[in-house]
């Protein structure tokens, strides 16, 4: 709760201030109160205990539990604080979870960057940190009953579709933040990982919390090959190049400084794209990979890869338009 009641509250403003005022506590009150609270609680259960158990049964028959394993009764107290921190920082940021545009243009304390960077990391890290959460969780459940089973699935399958709807937010925001400022690889990578984080939450729906646990690590281990596949087979940072290029033909910025920076990989689509540049934009990459050339160009055969050798025949078959730019 306190890990997650953090990134919440550095994730949304409204949410932040709703802890502040929460905790905005007298603490000598509280000590007092709570003092007195549990000394009478500690009384109460004491004489309760006696009363109930002392003619009857001193020892009643119950499972012992193992070192390392938790009740239902346990289980719903922890899951169902968590589920309803969540609701709660759902039902805060209603009004602009799925605002976009229309939210930032219409407001005049919102800006792209400020809607879009608005605690997304701290939301993928909610999300990364829900799945162990889960997983121990069904492990250390004492699965005594089709009741006790039924009752964990419904509070795990409660917070992931809340955690999907967060996840779905922040996808929003991000996309939203490309499309006005373009593509990064850091922009790329954490997308990326939150969309294989959602994939690996309907695995665990239909394995885990379907008690196939011992199908989940093999199929969650296959989606994460695949994704790593399909992201090296699409060569991010050419990728990357190409969609800015892309905007930047529709007259959005273009940051020729940061497209220089990309591998080699992006070295070709970056040279193919240099007629679709302003004239600004043009000359300022044609001069920042001008001077790059040669660094781009160094190595023996125990250091090729295919990235620079493409990289460097691109530089060649172009170096009369490298030059001749002003």
Same mark, same amino acid.
């Given at each position: 709760?306190? *890990?997650?009641?953090?990134?919440?509250?550095?994730? @949304?403003?409204?949410?932040?201030?709703?802890?502040? %005022?929460?905790?905005?506590?007298?603490?000598?009150?509280?000590?007092?109160?709570?003092?007195?609270? =549990?000394?009478?609680?500690?009384?109460?259960?004491? #004489?309760?205990?006696?009363?109930?158990?002392?003619?009857?049964?001193?020892?009643?028959?119950?499972?012992?539990?193992?070192?390392?394993?938790?009740?239902?009764?346990?289980?719903?107290?922890?899951?169902?604080?968590?589920?309803?921190?969540?609701?709660?920082?759902?039902?805060?940021?209603?009004?602009?979870?799925?605002?976009?545009?229309?939210?930032? %243009?219409?407001?005049?304390?919102? !800006?792209?960057? +400020? #809607?879009? /960077?608005?605690? =997304?990391?701290?939301?993928?890290?909610?999300?990364?940190?829900?799945?162990?959460?889960?997983?121990?969780?069904?492990?250390?459940?004492?699965?005594?009953?089709?009741?006790?089973?039924? $009752?964990?699935?419904?509070?795990? &399958?409660?917070?992931?579709?809340?955690?999907?709807?967060?996840?779905?937010? +922040?996808?929003?925001?991000?996309?939203? #933040?490309?499309?006005?400022?373009? *593509?990064?690889?850091?922009?790329?990578?954490?997308?990326?990982?939150?969309?294989?984080?959602?994939?690996?939450?309907?695995?665990?729906?239909? !394995?885990?919390?379907?008690?196939?646990?011992?199908?989940?690590?093999?199929?969650?281990?296959?989606?994460?090959?695949? =994704? *790593?596949?399909?992201? $090296?087979?699409?060569?991010? @940072?050419?990728?990357?190049? /190409? !969609?800015?290029?892309?905007?930047?033909?529709?007259?959005?910025?273009?940051?020729?400084? #940061?497209?220089?920076?990309?591998? @080699?990989?992006?070295?070709?689509?970056?040279?193919?794209?240099?007629?679709?540049?302003?004239?600004? @934009?043009? &000359?300022?990459?044609?001069?920042?990979?001008?001077?790059?050339?040669?660094?781009?160009?160094?190595?023996?055969?125990?250091?090729? $890869?295919?990235?620079?050798?493409?990289?460097? %025949?691109?530089?060649?078959?172009?170096?009369?338009?490298?030059?001749?730019?002003?």
């Amino acid at each position: 709760m306190l *890990l997650f009641g953090c990134l919440f509250a550095a994730a @949304d403003a409204v949410f932040g201030s709703l802890v502040v %005022e929460l905790f905005a506590w007298d603490v000598s009150a509280v000590l007092s109160h709570g003092f007195l609270f =549990f000394l009478w609680a500690w009384l109460a259960g004491g #004489y309760l205990r006696q009363a109930l158990l002392s003619g009857g049964v001193r020892n009643p028959i119950r499972r012992s539990p193992g070192a390392l394993s938790l009740g239902i009764v346990e289980m719903s107290i922890v899951l169902g604080l968590v589920d309803l921190l969540f609701l709660i920082f759902v039902l805060v940021q209603i009004g602009y979870l799925f605002g976009g545009a229309a939210l930032v %243009e219409s407001s005049s304390a919102w !800006t792209y960057a +400020a #809607y879009a /960077r608005r605690g =997304f990391f701290e939301l993928v890290a909610v999300a990364a940190l829900v799945l162990p959460l889960l997983l121990i969780g069904e492990w250390v459940l004492r699965k005594e009953s089709c009741a006790t089973l039924r $009752n964990f699935r419904l509070l795990a &399958s409660a917070l992931v579709g809340l955690l999907f709807i967060i996840m779905a937010s +922040a996808l929003v925001r991000m996309r939203l #933040y490309q499309q006005e400022f373009g *593509l990064t690889e850091l922009r790329l990578y954490t997308t990326v990982f939150m969309s294989w984080l959602a994939l690996v939450f309907v695995w665990l729906l239909m !394995t885990v919390l379907r008690g196939r646990r011992s199908r989940f690590a093999f199929g969650e281990l296959v989606t994460g090959f695949l =994704f *790593l596949a399909v992201l $090296n087979g699409i060569n991010p @940072d050419a990728y990357i190049a /190409r !969609t800015n290029i892309e905007r930047a033909a529709t007259g959005k910025r273009f940051d020729p400084a #940061y497209a220089a920076s990309l591998s @080699d990989d992006a070295v070709p689509a970056l040279i193919e794209g240099i007629p679709m540049l302003a004239a600004s @934009d043009r &000359s300022r990459l044609i001069e920042v990979l001008r001077q790059d050339a040669g660094r781009r160009s160094r190595g023996d055969w125990r250091t090729w $890869n295919r990235g620079r050798a493409l990289a460097s %025949e691109s530089l060649s078959e172009n170096s009369a338009v490298l030059q001749s730019a002003p």
